[in-house]
């Protein structure tokens, strides 16, 4: 971006804001009403580059840059921080963390030793600290593990953690299946297998949140599929029976099964 473009971007942010002149609804605006706006913004960006389509994607980065310039500028009308001192913060911040790149050191300190002694400036004392609670819990769970595997707190081998896997889901059935079953110690049990499950998938080299990403896309890809065929047959969904709409399910299955063998 250039100077101008810039300076163009944060003028038209500030004459939004402008008390007498500005628009009503960016007026009426505060940090906790944009929030849930940034982050629609940032699952717009993801669905962008997931359909590369670079056109959009420009779109919507720019949508999303306009969230941070709105932060600024509302910060900047209650003297805590303007634009500027947000670019010189992580400006710094990639030279502190780089020192291997932008210092003459011999023998520089690791990512996570300096995010360690990031941490202790904070005055933050346990290593999971500063692991945001707003993170979408799948994404959460794998942040945490991620992080105690930096001081050994993990597994080695995949063995264990399959087996707590199997430990997990063995104790959410026999919550389960109890006559009297306890709503509150079923969602426990239920957390701890999916936490489980995301270690798993850690383990495995993939992350859980791309994977079940990637599955709602499959499944949704397959009941549309089932959703025609159940039409082609002169029926509406609410028509069908569970069995009509499992053979359909099957059905599809194997036709991927096909088109992928002719693929292969």
């Known amino acids: 971006m250039s100077d101008s473009s810039l300076s163009q971007l944060l003028s038209v942010m500030q004459r939004l804001r402008d008390p007498?002149?500005?628009c009503k609804w960016d007026k009426?605006?505060?940090?906790?009403?944009?929030?849930?706006?940034?982050?629609?913004?940032?699952?717009?960006?993801?669905?962008?580059?997931?359909r590369q389509?670079?056109?959009?994607?420009?779109?919507?980065?720019?949508?999303?840059?306009?969230?941070?310039?709105?932060?600024?500028?509302?910060?900047?009308?209650?003297?805590?921080?303007?634009?500027?001192?947000?670019?010189?913060?992580?400006?710094?911040?990639?030279?502190?963390?780089?020192?291997?790149?932008?210092s003459d050191v011999a023998t520089?300190?690791?990512?996570?030793?300096?995010?360690?002694?990031?941490r202790k400036q904070k005055n933050q004392h346990s290593l999971l600290d500063d692991i945001p609670h707003a993170m979408p819990a799948l994404i959460r769970a794998d942040k945490i593990q991620q992080r105690c595997q930096t001081v050994g707190f993990d597994w080695d081998t995949?063995?264990?953690?399959?087996?707590?896997v199997k430990e997990e889901l063995d104790e959410v059935m026999e919550e389960a299946?109890?006559?009297?079953?306890?709503?509150?110690?079923?969602?426990?049990?239920?957390?701890?297998?999916?936490?489980a499950t995301v270690n798993l998938t850690r383990h495995l080299g993939s992350r859980a949140e791309t994977a079940l990403h990637k599955a709602?896309?499959?499944?949704?890809?397959?009941?549309?599929?089932?959703?025609?065929?159940?039409?082609?047959?002169?029926?509406?969904?609410?028509?069908?029976?569970?069995?009509?709409?499992?053979?359909?399910?099957?059905?599809?299955k194997q036709d991927e099964k096909n088109a992928n063998a002719i693929a292969d």
């Open 53 to 102: 389509d670079f056109g959009d994607l420009k779109q919507e980065l720019g949508d999303l840059l306009y969230q941070i310039v709105f932060y600024a500028q509302m910060a900047s009308e209650q003297g805590q921080f303007d634009f500027d001192a947000i670019c010189q913060t992580i400006t710094q911040k990639l030279i502190r963390r780089h020192p291997d790149i932008f």
């Open 158 to 164: 995949l063995g264990p953690v399959v087996d707590k």
């Open 216 to 252: 709602n896309l499959k499944f949704e890809r397959r009941f549309r599929l089932v959703e025609q065929k159940i039409i082609e047959q002169g029926m509406t969904l609410d028509q069908a029976t569970l069995e009509q709409m499992e053979l359909a399910w099957q059905h599809v």
């Open 20 to 22: 007498d002149e500005g």
């Open 108 to 118: 520089a300190p690791g990512w996570e030793q300096i995010k360690q002694q990031e």
């Open 28 to 50: 009426q605006q505060t940090f906790e009403t944009i929030a849930p706006y940034t982050l629609e913004e940032c699952y717009e960006v993801l669905d962008a580059i997931a």
């Open 177 to 195: 299946l109890l006559v009297d079953r306890n709503p509150e110690r079923l969602e426990e049990e239920l957390g701890d297998l999916l936490f």
